[in-house]
């Protein structure tokens, strides 16, 4: 038996180093790289993919993957060498039906749209940017062409994020989530609370200062962690942005380093990421634990802007709830409604039943019902994120899985460590952040989604106390 | 024909594309990359180059070779496809020669290597550094015994970096060199002008924007090309370094695009490679018609420096002939000197005629053997260079190579532009950019480098324009 897992255990390393190198060049592309280079690098990136393709569906792997069939009961389920089995099965019966050109050609016209994406966002013209987004959604359609025995087309889609997670029960969860928060926004909108601190003359190294200070004073080691965050010189949202970026980031920092060449040390799903990026974003950073600690230092910075801004005031105004356009600027209550609305309109496109050239219509028209606000410009509207022109479709609803997840998580956080928000105001994140470690961060990717939230918090995914502590936290009626 | 040509050059793309990746991945450590990550990039850049070797020494690479070899005889020997199945040929005929474990051991001692070298620079620590350098020249030896039919073993290493070109003829020709050199230098070194003004106040940001302001108004269209320049707030001697990564930009800049996923695409030779990046930084950026043209906007970025300082004085000041500790600091006429002491230096070592733990002392002694110099610690001898951590090891006389390549390519530009030197001071870079394109760039690899530079020149390597240039330009007595 070794033997066989040892060939798998090589095998599996390199298809997972190839992953990774893919990332350094997605980062890469995203912050360094001359635009002009999108042509070399999406050919670089397509034939890295083509040759961690070939390797993980190879006839070896399916080989290695039968011989060990037999023996695999004789291990532990909780095991690595069980859970490695078990995660590369499922990899190699997935990636097994995909021809390696589509796979490949996924990868380049990804890499080739977020170029074009970026020139058409600047210019806020999605005509100029439908055919790219056509081609994406037409090989997401042979992509998901190569499955035959789905319920429903989307789940193939919804998998490659959030895997083992069926798109009937994201769509049960965002219903329940939907019905509460359309009337939530409408009661707890507040378009009078004087915010107008947030706005006006925050320079960008003074921003960039600032977050260091908080990421770093936070004290996570680092391997290689690369954060991506736009400093906007005119307001101090960034801020969460960072927090967020850092969740991210300790989880990645946190993953079981032993594990670290194999795919269950990779992260368990993009709805687990973000409930590390949200939690450190909402439930840390925009808490009053939080701001009691930080609020000085924040003032120090930006004295022209805050220096006679208290810290109710503050907080009041980073806690603003106001339907906007922007989904990555939106308060906690209306975020997810821009989530749900992605959710849509993509099985809308995937199901005939909006056509590409439509979809800025029938965005704005959502955005209307669901939130109120009329989109001026494609930019502020349909273009405004980068998702779609990278062909990550199926990726946006694991943004509100992640959120729900993250209360869920910060709910047993509170009952395992009870002076957590006491610790918190003393600048003390060590039993934080070894708590995410232990319960999260350290599984990697050795059980599904749901099982892992389970392990941590005793329950699967579950709406209400996401939407229990937005009621409390923004003082709503009580529930009917 | 076609098929087995059509299936190599897949092969070879994928080989290419891989060591580009590869490349983007050096570009990054030495740049972006937080120090902590280098365990996972050595990792990485293993797996990739582990990958490429194995791709390239392939049986089905060595078939294909074979079947192609009967009709190679048909085929134009300057086509595309005849340089591309001799290149093929060399590339795995070596290769086939080396382990998988050994190459990709190989790299990652490298990786490892430059994150130890930056401590033990900093800390002017050579006992620290010097187990890594042992390793480094271990795993080299264990790469020369890979070959059995060589004249001498340096040969294998120096192919590597300068490809078809023997270890002999480039001691005969730093010997000639070296003979002319000595003396030389001590006739034109000038101890008592005055370049004072070189150094003081020169700001970091105001030199980025005047090496930015030459290099893209010098207006090279770019895809993907990565410069890296370490400013001195102190002086402005980077400015050359930019100029000569400009000279590495433009050629790579100006391969041959239809070529580009093919070996043939890449850079002829470290060598060529050099010719091209000493050109931009000597020739043309020491020379009195560039700064002609260019001082006033060098005046107006440093007023303090360099108001009252006239032309003349100027080029005097960047072209002292001063011996001194730091070869890429050092003057045309002492830089050869530098190289030449470290290609001994590799030889002694390899013949194990020095020990790595008497590196020092031996550097010290040639330094000041050659230079006159003394050098107060390691940092500024035997640490100062990134090179042999890399595990780079033959590769430095190939700026020696270079700096006399450049030479013979620019005379012979000289005599087809014949207003070159004029064109130049009216800020007009566009015949010697296409002049190299068309002599030099757009060969790739097709040729070896001997042959490139007879193409391009008329003359295979030749030391005696250099010396004449060196000559002539500092006004040196008539040779013996």
Redo the contacts between chains.
């Keep these: 038996m070794a033997d066989a897992l040892t060939q798998l255990k090589e095998r599996l390393?390199?298809v997972t180093?190839?992953e990774?190198?893919g990332r350094?060049?997605n980062w890469?592309q995203q912050?360094?790289?001359?635009p002009?280079?999108w042509?070399?690098?999406a050919?670089?990136s397509a034939?890295?993919r083509?040759?961690q393709h070939e390797t993980l569906i190879a006839d070896e792997t399916g080989r290695l993957l039968d011989e060990l069939r037999g023996r695999e009961g004789s291990l532990d389920p909780e095991s690595d060498d069980a859970a490695l089995i078990r995660v590369a099965r499922r990899d190699y019966e997935k990636a097994v039906r995909v021809p390696t050109d589509l796979r490949a050609e996924m990868v380049h016209a990804g890499a080739k749209a977020r170029t074009i994406w970026i020139k058409t966002h600047n210019d806020s013209d999605f005509e100029q940017f439908r055919p790219t987004l056509e081609r994406n959604y037409e090989l997401r359609q042979r992509y998901v062409e190569c499955f035959d025995d789905v319920d429903e087309p989307y789940d193939i889609l919804l998998d490659d994020y959030e895997p083992e997670t069926s798109t009937a029960e994201v769509r049960e969860t965002f219903a329940q989530l939907k019905a509460e928060l359309i009337p939530l926004i409408a009661e707890l909108r507040n378009d009078d609370i004087d915010d107008s601190f947030l706005r006006g003359n925050f320079p960008v190294e003074a921003q960039e200062r600032l977050a260091k200070e908080v990421v770093f004073a936070s004290g996570a080691?680092?391997?290689?962690?690369?954060i991506t965050t736009n400093y906007d010189p005119e307001t101090m949202k960034s801020f969460f942005s960072t927090m967020h970026e850092y969740g991210h980031g300790l989880y990645s920092h946190q993953l079981p380093r032993h594990l670290?060449?194999l795919p269950i040390g990779n992260a368990c799903s993009l709805g687990i990421h973000e409930s590390q990026s949200r939690l450190w974003e909402n439930l840390v950073g925009r808490s009053r634990p939080f701001w009691q600690l930080f609020y000085p230092r924040a003032q120090e910075t930006f004295p022209e802007q805050l220096r006679n801004v208290e810290l109710d005031r503050f907080i009041g105004g980073i806690n603003r709830v106001q339907p906007s356009l922007i989904r990555i600027r939106a308060d906690e209550v209306t975020y997810g409604m821009h989530v749900i609305l992605r959710f849509e309109l993509e099985q809308e496109i995937i199901h005939g039943r909006v056509a590409i050239r439509d979809l800025p219509g029938a965005w704005n028209e959502k955005m209307n019902e669901y939130l109120g606000v009329e989109v001026p410009n494609d930019a502020q509207g349909v273009l405004q994120d980068t998702h779609w022109a990278s062909g990550s479709i199926g990726y946006f609803a694991t943004y509100l899985l992640g959120t729900v997840m993250s209360v869920q998580i910060w709910q047993k956080l509170l009952d395992d460590i009870r002076d957590l928000e006491e610790q918190i105001e003393r600048g003390e994140f060590t039993a934080l952040r070894d708590w995410l470690g232990e319960h999260v961060h350290r599984c990697g990717r050795k059980f599904s989604p749901q099982e892992t939230l389970r392990r941590a918090t005793g329950a699967t995914l579950d709406p209400k106390p996401y939407l229990a502590y937005l009621r409390e936290k923004y003082g709503a009626r009580v529930a009917a």
């Design positions: 390393t390199r180093d190839l990774r190198v350094v060049l890469d912050t360094m790289m001359p002009a280079g042509e070399h690098r050919d670089h034939t890295l083509r040759i080691g680092v391997d290689d962690i690369r670290e060449h």
